[in-house]
């Protein structure tokens, strides 16, 4: 019943670290994405991964860098933290040959302050 | 860039009331499916709509997708303090893999 699992679920960094999020899924979906949330700004795509082996960039891409490991994970790393990337973090899974009609599943979030 | 802008971005209203929400844009889309998040959890999805026009019912919820394909609403009837949360529509365009979300309405229903 795992689905999505992120970790960690909350961090706090100062300005210039880095860190890795996790996120794995055991649903054997093809495609993976990263997504921040912000207060107003709802949902942006941070980075995707169509399939494994492939990695793209969505909206909001600078800052971050991503590794597709396998087909189970996914992760996003922040080589070196600001302030403005303090967010939620969310990782999601989509099913192959689901087309236009595909749902995204999502973990629980990793809530992430930069100092 | 907000691709897909949502309103209103907050409502608050009363146990059996109506409301109404939208998710406009000017682009175009293959499908456009709606969420709901609650605190501390990650979205699930409600809906898909996929064709112009296109009503889906799920219980008291109403959602509908633009003649054109490039609006959406949800229509709430009798809301329900359950109904409280994060809204939020996703646009898939075919053959990108990527979902493009809306800004979000969060809606609080009062008892």
């Known amino acids: 019943n795992a689905g999505v699992t992120q970790t960690p679920k909350f961090q706090v960094l100062k300005t210039g670290q880095s860190m890795t999020l996790q996120c794995a899924q055991d649903m054997n979906h093809n495609s993976m994405y990263w997504y921040r949330q912000d207060p107003g700004m709802g949902l942006r795509l941070i980075y995707y991964s169509a399939s494994e082996g492939t990695t793209d960039k969505g909206e909001v891409p600078n800052g971050y860098n991503v590794s597709r490991l396998n087909k189970r994970e996914f992760s996003l790393r922040l080589e070196s933290a600001a302030p403005s990337q303090t967010s939620v973090y969310f990782c999601a899974s989509r099913e192959s040959g689901t087309g236009i009609t595909g749902e995204l599943f999502f973990g629980e979030g990793s809530r992430l302050t930069v100092l | ?111």
Do not use: M
């Open chain 2, 1 to 111: 860039t907000q691709l897909l802008e949502q309103s209103p971005q907050f409502l608050s209203i009363q146990e059996g009331e109506n409301l109404t929400v939208y998710c406009n844009s000017s682009s175009v889309f293959s499908s456009l499916q709606w969420y709901r998040q609650e605190p501390g959890e990650g979205p699930v999805l409600l809906v898909t709509v996929v064709t112009g026009g296109e009503v889906k019912k799920l219980k008291r919820l109403t959602f509908q997708f633009g003649d054109a394909r490039k609006d959406s609403s949800l229509h709430i009837t009798a809301a329900q303090p359950g109904d409280t949360g994060l809204y939020l529509c996703a646009a898939y365009t075919s053959g990108t893999y990527k979902y493009i979300f809306g800004t979000g309405t969060r809606l609080k229903v009062l008892a």
